[in-house]
């Protein structure tokens, strides 16, 4: 059973990604002529899904993409034209199969009406649609549509007893034949021992299959036995019109050990549409299994696709470190031997510092390894993109050209799963806020399609994603109008542009005047900072009124470990992430001027810099007061540089990050803990909130100017 969900599940991921293929084809499909090689790429992946989905006994599956793949086959074949209606209810289609997926996956039942009304809209479309409407079950839909030709296939199945330990089950293999046309079963029951000598684990039936249909080929009836064909049954398929082999057809014919399949213990296969009210009470039942079967089930974890290279670097490094334990495992003995011959001990105390050595490097490079078996390319997060944007601009009216740059960058895979969502959110206001309508675009002197563009590239140790549009940018005015209308600012405030534009981010701001399905409420960019904030990022928003606007989110590479720079402060050791320092410099007092009561800076360079006394800030005792006598760490975040006075700077080292808000409570100003070698917990500096939050303190009386 273990091996059985085992196969399941890959199953079903195998068939996520299937429906990535068919939607991310469909999206690119041009109304028109059919293009016969994107047509093929959609089919196959379809093909794929029915042909695994009748093997783990997944009808409604099966029957549901059989329709889609006759709707694919017409228009393969040159037989049908693609029109937008089509794309739009195949689209719909890959939607309810994506579902369908979710829920098994999930071990919950399937939502049968949805499924019925998508099939339903594929089979008006096909020509297909019954009297009696929409509602008949797919199963039901398949084999009327399959039985209507007066071809007739002959198929003899010769099984190894041991076919059922392999996990194969005939009747599941015997209903997808049903899909391909009207299914009759003739069952060998001469085989059968008496009852003293029955094996339930061992299969003594043969079977001669009857398919009638019009349009099957050969190469279907051998997909549906690619599986136990030649190993562990021997199948033989004679043609309509043509004679049987060996005389194997005339020795059934005879009759001689052979009847006609009735009990259900001698497994029965009824034609689909004559036992549609029976299958339904079993599904039912089936279903009502299922979901009870999931709340007791554990919740699947999630898996992920790695690289052979990377997993043969990660066993090499293994290796070497095997090989530098036993290499430090002797010096025990080594060191032993020395003290008894009183030898100078100098030589195996190098050879001990060269042993650690190795074994630091090699620790490093099993750490960077392990951690990029985790970073998928971003594509993961943009393939949503295109449907979204699909979606959003057919209900808008609008017509928008996506472009996506930098796909192969790779990030974390916790963090993608965690931006898709604030992705969304910018796309769908990108789209709904800021490009405008194709009329306007045109009186403008634009052109009537409006770009959206997605990039991710690497700056410093960092992530950035670009979200661009070429719309009508934000209105800094009739912001701040609509947040003084709100009471989220004062009518005599003194923000600055940037700060005004800013606001876009406050929880249930909204401009828009209509509120919609897409957005209007308010609860989208608030969410967005909140979530990207999560991650440990940032999310900024530049906007020209008339040309557009670019949302840049910032992240690290990883959420697990940092490069670090460990820093004293009185008697603590706080951690100040390595990518956010730019120089560390000794104070020179003359450069240090004062804004009476308010704040110090330091005057770096050609530009000033506000000074930040973590003493003061973290309420750390016993810290040094005089600047002279300590260091400014001069750090930057989205343009903002600060001077953050330390004791002392300790030495550099990779951290792995511990959650305080998880294990403690949140503390402002810090982005985590970690421990150090010595066992003591080290606070991590979250140098962004530092900085921004950061109003000013005590400026000793010398220091204060007019």
Not at 112 to 124: D, F, P, S
Not at 393 to 403: E, F, M, N, R, T
Not at 470 to 495: C, Q, R, S, Y
Request: glycine share 10%.
């Amino acid at each position: 059973m273990d091996m059985m969900e085992t196969f399941r599940q890959t199953y079903l991921e195998e068939s996520f990604e299937g429906l990535d293929v068919m939607e991310a084809g469909l999206l690119e499909l041009p109304p028109g002529e059919p293009d016969k090689d994107k047509i093929n790429e959609i089919f196959r992946a379809a093909h794929s899904i029915k042909g695994g989905s009748g093997t783990f006994g997944f009808i409604e599956i099966a029957g549901f993409t059989h329709v889609l793949e006759t709707l694919l086959d017409e228009m393969r074949d040159g037989r049908r034209d693609v029109t937008q209606e089509a794309i739009d209810v195949m689209l719909s289609a890959v939607d309810v199969l994506r579902d369908m997926l979710t829920k098994l996956q999930d071990h919950q039942p399937i939502d049968e009406e949805r499924a019925n009304e998508v099939q339903g809209q594929l089979e008006r479309i096909l020509g297909m649609e019954s009297d009696e409407g929409v509602s008949q079950a797919s199963t039901d839909t398949v084999a009327s549509e399959a039985v209507s030709g007066s071809g007739e296939w002959k198929i003899i199945v010769i099984p190894e007893k041991e076919l059922l330990q392999t996990g194969n089950e005939p009747l599941r293999i015997f209903r997808e034949l049903e899909t391909l046309g009207e299914l009759s079963v003739d069952a060998d029951l001469s085989a059968v021992p008496e009852i003293g000598q029955f094996n339930p684990e061992e299969l003594y039936l043969k079977w001669t299959l009857t398919l009638k249909g019009e349009g099957i080929q050969e190469e279907d009836i051998k997909e549906v036995f690619e599986w136990i064909d030649g190993d562990g049954a021997e199948i033989q398929i004679v043609a309509p019109n043509a004679e049987a082999g060996d005389g194997v057809a005339a020795s059934q014919s005879a009759g001689t050990g052979v009847s006609e399949v009735e009990a259900p213990e001698v497994a029965q296969v009824e034609k689909v549409a004559n036992i549609q009210p029976a299958r339904s009470e079993a599904s039912a039942a089936n279903a009502k299994k299922e979901s009870s079967a999931g709340k007791a089930a554990p919740k699947q974890e999630g898996s992920i696709r790695v690289d052979l290279s990377k997993i043969d670097q990660m066993v090499n490094l293994v290796g070497e470190l095997v090989i530098t334990q036993s290499m430090l495992s002797q010096f025990g003995e080594q060191a032993e031997q020395a003290q008894e011959q009183g030898a100078r001990s100098t030589e195996w105390i190098d050879k001990l510092k060269e042993g650690l050595t190795h074994l630091e490097r090699h620790t490093r490079e099993l750490q960077e390894s392990v951690m990029n078996i985790r970073m998928l390319p971003v594509s993961f997060a943009f393939n949503r993109m295109p449907r979204i944007v699909h979606d959003v601009s057919q209900k808008l009216g609008k017509k928008i050209d996506l472009v996506m740059e930098g796909e192969g960058t790779e990030l974390d895979k916790t963090m993608l799963e965690q931006l898709t969502d604030p992705l969304v959110h910018i796309v769908r206001n990108s789209i709904d806020h800021g490009v405008e309508s194709p009329e306007t675009r045109l009186a403008a002197g634009k052109p009537e399609q409006g770009t959206v563009k997605l990039a991710a590239f690497h700056e410093g140790g960092n992530i950035l994603i670009q979200i661009t549009d070429d719309g009508a940018g934000i209105n800094h005015e009739k912001i701040e109008a609509k947040a003084i209308e709100k009471g989220v600012i004062e009518a005599d405030h003194n923000l600055t542009q940037d700060e005004i534009i800013d606001l876009i981010f406050h929880p249930g701001f909204s401009t828009a005047d209509v509120v919609s399905d897409i957005s209007g409420r308010g609860v989208g960019m608030d969410v967005v900072r909140r979530n990207i904030k999560s991650l440990g990022g940032s999310v900024e928003v530049e906007t020209t009124l008339g040309k557009g606007s670019v949302f840049t989110i910032r992240l690290p590479l990883t959420l697990a470990i940092l490069d670090g720079q460990l820093c004293r402060v009185g008697e603590e050791t706080y951690v100040f992430p390595l990518v956010s320092i730019i120089e560390s410099i000794q104070v020179d007092k003359s450069l240090v001027k004062g804004i009476a009561g308010q704040a110090e800076l330091y005057k770096l360079r050609d530009s000033y810099i506000p000074v930040i006394r973590l003493h003061q800030k973290l309420g750390v005792k016993n810290a040094c007061e005089d600047l002279s006598e300590g260091l400014l760490v001069v750090v930057e975040d989205g343009g903002k540089r600060a001077g953050i006075f330390v004791d002392d700077l300790l030495g550099q080292q990779q951290v792995v990050i511990k959650s305080l808000e998880s294990n403690f409570m949140k503390i402002d100003g810090i982005a985590g803990a970690t421990i150090l070698g010595d066992g003591t917990v080290s606070l991590i500096l979250d140098v962004k909130e530092t900085v921004q939050n950061h109003k000013g303190g005590h400026v000793p009386p010398q220091m204060h100017v007019a």
